[in-house]
């Protein structure tokens, strides 16, 4: 049930996002040579491997790492990165992966393949064991301000409190932070 209802919102929030997808595309394009896609390697359920589109928002040669371990994310950004990542654009192509089956709109952040530490403290606490989200309970939470150790312990609180409820609650969290364009650092 959950797959069907992830796979109808996510076929119909492509076709109302194909604009603000297109116009976030070219102004990629314009600022940046390269690809206006960015194929990050992600940890997805059990610990497998996946690749989660995004639009990009660093320049080419930017080191493939957390965000908040690049020295000076302002160097590593295009011009339009800031704006992009603020607004969550640059998400956006994570309906391919929900499409796909990879990813669930609610569900923990997928690590990326070399955050050692956080795909450690989720195989411990179980969390891995989830279908990785957009958004999820740490990201309404914190997002980018809380300590791995406490993105773990909220990811395994969705796991233990997970339902129908606590979803529409996240996903409303998520609009409004969105809306907000809080708790983005970088």
């Known amino acids: 049930m959950v797959r069907v209802l992830n796979l109808i919102v996510a076929i119909i929030l492509l076709l109302i996002c194909l604009i603000p997808m ?9 600022v940046s040579p390269g690809p206006v896609i ?5 940890v997805g359920r059990n610990n497998s491997l996946f ?8 320049k080419l040669e930017t ?15 295009i011009s339009v990165g800031p704006f992009i990542r603020k607004t969550s654009l ?8 929900i499409i796909k089956g990879d990813m669930n709109f609610i569900g923990p952040r997928p690590a990326l393949f070399n955050q ?20 999820g309970w740490a990201q309404v939470n914190g997002r980018d301000a809380v300590s791995i150790l406490e993105k773990t312990k909220l990811d395994e609180f969705y796991l233990k409190n997970k339902s129908l409820g606590l979803d529409f609650k996240i996903l409303l969290l998520t609009l409004l ?3 907000k364009m809080s708790d983005v650092s970088h």
């Open 90 to 97: 640059d998400e956006l192509p994570q309906l391919y992966s």
């Open 51 to 58: 690749l989660m589109p995004k639009f990009r928002s660093m």
């Open 116 to 135: 050692d530490d956080l795909i450690e403290e989720r195989t411990k606490r179980n969390v891995h064991s989830l279908t990785p989200g957009v958004t």
């Open 63 to 77: 080191p493939q790492v957390a965000t908040h371990l690049l020295k000076d994310t302002s160097q590593q950004m």
């Open 22 to 30: 297109f116009i976030t595309a070219l102004l990629i394009f314009v």
């Open 38 to 42: 960015y194929w990050s390697k992600r």
């Open 177 to 179: 932070k969105v809306f």
